[in-house]
C-alpha cells in the first residue's frame, strides 16, 4: 500500500520570503502522479502543481516548484516571494498510473503555512 | 466554466439520522470521487464513481453509499449516523484517467 508522509505539521514565512514543504512517500509503483494541493481556511482544494514520476524534470508553475527525487521517494515544494495569499493548509498526494485504483488520491497529513506580513 | 458544486454546505444532524450530500462535477467529467476530511484523520478516500457505476471504495462501512446519476451528478448517503461521521465531505471530479481532479467547497457536517 502506498503511504505519503508530511513531517512538518506547521510552518510559518515572511512575506517575500522562500520556504520549502516537505513530503516524503511510500510505492513499489513505477509510474505515478504525485499533486500538491492547497487548502485556504475557505476550504475548498486547489491544485497547486502536479509531477509525473516518469518525467525527470521538476515540475514548475509560477511562484511554485517542486524537487522531485524518485530514488529517495521525496516530493518538496517550494515557494517563491511567498504571499498573504499562500497562508493555507498544504497536501502533498499521490495517485498510481492506469485503471486499476481509477485515480484515487492518498493524502499525507497536511502542512498548515502561515504567512507573516 | 463553473466548477465542483455540493450541497449543502452545512448539515446539523444527530446520531442514528441519515444524510445525503451532492454534487455536480465539472461539465464534461464523468469520474466523481469523494472524500471524508475528519478531525486528526486526514483525508481519506469514500468512494469513486464513473459512468454511473460505483467503481472502487475506500475503508469505510456499507452505511457509506451513493449512487451517480446519468448526467455525472452523485450522491452520497450515510445512514445510521456516529459522531465520528463529523467531517468535511469533499466531492473532487475529473475528466480523463490520470488527469488531475478538482474539488468542490465540501459539505460540512456535524453530528451532535
Redesign the interface.
Known amino acids: 500500500a502506498q503511504t505519503v508522509t508530511q513531517s512538518q505539521p506547521e510552518m510559518s514565512v515572511q512575506e517575500a520570503e522562500t520556504v520549502t514543504l516537505s513530503c516524503t512517500y511510500d510505492t513499489s509503483e513505477s509510474n505515478y502522479?504525485l499533486?500538491w494541493?492547497k487548502q485556504p481556511p475557505?476550504?475548498?482544494?486547489?491544485?497547486v502543481i502536479?509531477q509525473e514520476a516518469y518525467k525527470q524534470q521538476n515540475a514548475t508553475e509560477n511562484r511554485f516548484s517542486v524537487n522531485f527525487q524518485k530514488a529517495a521517494k521525496s516530493f518538496s515544494l517550494k515557494i517563491s516571494d511567498s504571499q498573504l495569499g499562500d497562508t493555507a493548509m498544504y497536501?502533498c498526494a499521490f495517485?498510481k498510473?492506469?485503471?486499476n485504483?481509477?485515480?484515487?488520491?492518498?493524502?499525507?497529513?497536511?502542512t498548515e503555512l502561515s504567512v507573516k506580513p | 466554466e463553473a466548477g465542483v458544486t455540493q450541497s449543502p454546505t452545512h448539515l446539523i444532524k444527530t446520531r442514528g439520522q441519515q444524510v445525503t450530500l451532492r454534487c455536480s462535477p465539472i461539465s464534461g467529467h464523468t469520474?466523481v470521487?469523494w472524500?471524508q476530511q475528519a478531525l486528526g484523520l486526514?483525508?481519506?478516500?469514500l468512494l469513486?464513481y464513473?459512468e454511473g457505476e460505483e467503481?472502487?471504495r475506500?475503508n469505510f462501512p456499507p452505511r457509506f453509499s451513493g449512487r451517480q446519476f446519468p448526467n455525472y451528478s452523485s450522491e452520497l448517503n450515510v445512514n445510521a449516523l456516529e459522531l465520528e461521521d463529523s467531517a468535511?465531505y469533499?466531492c473532487?471530479s475529473?475528466a480523463v484517467?490520470?488527469?488531475?481532479?478538482?474539488?468542490?467547497?465540501?459539505t460540512?457536517l456535524s453530528i451532535l
Open positions: 502522479y499533486f494541493y475557505s476550504r475548498q482544494m486547489i491544485l502536479r497536501f495517485m498510473h492506469g485503471n485504483q481509477g485515480g484515487k488520491l492518498i493524502f499525507g497529513q497536511g | 469520474s470521487y472524500y486526514g483525508l481519506q478516500f469513486w464513473d467503481r472502487n475506500g468535511l469533499l473532487a475529473r484517467l490520470n488527469q488531475p481532479q478538482h474539488f468542490g467547497d465540501g460540512r
